[in-house]
């Protein structure tokens, strides 16, 4: 009879198996906060708990219905084989085109890499480009992965603090300030997640006058909520010619299209760049879903301007804002900002510091957001795990009817505070 060793020596000597065998990148990697807070809405929903979900970022419209027929065109005409790596050449020139219509920026399909979604290009870009030790800049507030992303490429996230009574914008001097011979790359994201900011031209143009003096930094520009802003126009980074050769534009589909699920991002970037995380990626994943990619050549056909889906989309939003910003100002102790894009609202709510309900003592913005899922059943997500403790954000990405009666439930909550 065959022996069947133990592992008990073993255990004794590395711990358990399991931690023994997890790599020590793997171990300190954070979960992802709002995944987290979406999980923990999933379990109390699967008890029978009514619970409101105001902390993921996901447009609750359904994906326009000419997007839908390309889709099932590309199904029909048998799209279903592996795909070139950095996407299908006609959706790579589509996005040049797009690039033209809404940016006015010239770039080559040849720059361009279409990727699983805007987190999956954002890795693309840290594994492409970061060395160990290298420095990534990050202005706080920021959006939730940014950070492990550059730690699973052995970068170093550097942070530049912004404030509150300031719109959490940061300035040239300040980006200045934190530059090191180790800096690598500088990532934000316009509009803003989680504060719903938007950067003007002539901030960013005082942004490119501090990287033109720096040759050595790239400079990553995360467009995702290009459309859904509330301010006169989107501009990029990319538009200014000094620097130009240095950005790396990161957008996709999923917020201004509602696309969440069907998983295209894409970067542009310099062609030496974009050749090597189309190597990055074809090691990794390949191209990505052919039918995604058909209808993502369709969606990004239309000029958003002219598109009727999308601008009632972003009226929707708008309102909803304003319904948001007005509710929240009349509920004490909870200061919101004014977001100018995105689908965010990051209120302060120091003043609820140190106040309880029964035995639980609100020390935090995590333990102010746990307490809220717990006695109003309204998710959130803490300020902290988008850098900035003292805040929490709310997305407004869902119907009116659930965010009036998450606000109430909110305002009901809260008077319990002592």
């Keep these: 009879m065959m022996e069947i060793k133990s592992f008990t020596n073993f255990e004794k000597k590395m711990g358990t198996t399991t931690d023994y065998f997890i790599s020590q990148r793997a171990a300190e990697l954070n979960e992802s906060a709002t995944l987290a807070m979406s999980q923990k809405t999933r379990e109390l929903k699967s008890k029978g708990i009514d619970v409101i979900n105001l902390s993921i970022g996901e447009p609750d419209f359904f994906v326009p219905n000419f997007i839908k027929e390309a889709a099932k065109q590309a199904i029909d005409d048998n799209y279903s084989f592996y795909p070139p790596v950095p996407g299908y050449p006609e959706l790579r020139q589509m996005i040049a085109l797009k690039l033209r219509r809404d940016n006015h920026l010239d770039y080559d399909p040849s720059q361009i890499v279409v990727s699983n979604g805007a987190k999956h290009v954002i890795a693309n870009i ?13 202005p706080i507030p920021y959006w939730v992965s940014y950070p492990p992303l ?9 942070y530049i603090k912004s404030d509150f009574n300031k719109d959490f914008k940061i300035t040239a001097e300040d980006i200045e300030r934190h530059i090191t011979p180790k800096t690598k790359a500088f990532i934000f994201s316009s509009p803003n997640n989680p504060s719903g900011k938007v950067y003007s031209y002539e901030e960013l143009k005082e942004w490119a006058s501090v990287f033109a003096k720096h040759p050595e930094i790239l400079i990553i520009s995360d467009e995702i909520y290009e459309l859904i802003n509330f301010t006169k126009e989107h501009h990029s980074i990319a538009e200014f010619e000094e620097i130009r050769d240095r950005v790396i534009i990161v957008n996709g589909l999923s917020k201004g299209f509602a696309m969440t699920g069907w998983r295209v991002g894409y ?11 189309e190597k990055i990626q074809g090691q990794m994943t390949g191209g990505i879903n052919d039918i995604a990619q058909m209808a993502a050549l369709k969606a990004l056909s239309v000029d958003p301007e002219d598109c009727h889906e999308l601008i009632e989309m972003k009226e929707s939003f708008r309102k ?8 929240l100002s009349e509920i004490p102790g909870i200061k919101p900002n004014n977001p100018e894009g995105a689908f965010y609202i990051f209120p302060e709510i120091s003043d609820l510091i140190g106040k309880k309900f029964e035995d639980f003592v609100i020390n935090n913005d995590d333990d102010l957001c746990m307490y809220l899922l717990n006695n109003a059943n309204v998710a959130l997500t803490s300020g902290s795990s988008f850098g900035y403790p003292g805040c929490i954000r709310l997305s407004y990405a869902t119907s009116m009817l659930q965010l009036e009666k998450a606000v109430e439930r909110i305002k009901k909550a809260i008077s319990q505070l002592q």
């Design 150 to 158: 550059v730690q699973i490429a052995d970068g170093k996230p550097v």
């Design 126 to 138: 840290f594994l492409t480009i970061l060395n160990k030790g290298d420095e990534v800049l990050i």
């Design 267 to 277: 970067s542009v970037s310099s062609k030496t760049i974009a050749k090597t995380i």
């Design 320 to 327: 909803r804002r304003n319904f948001m910003l007005k509710a």
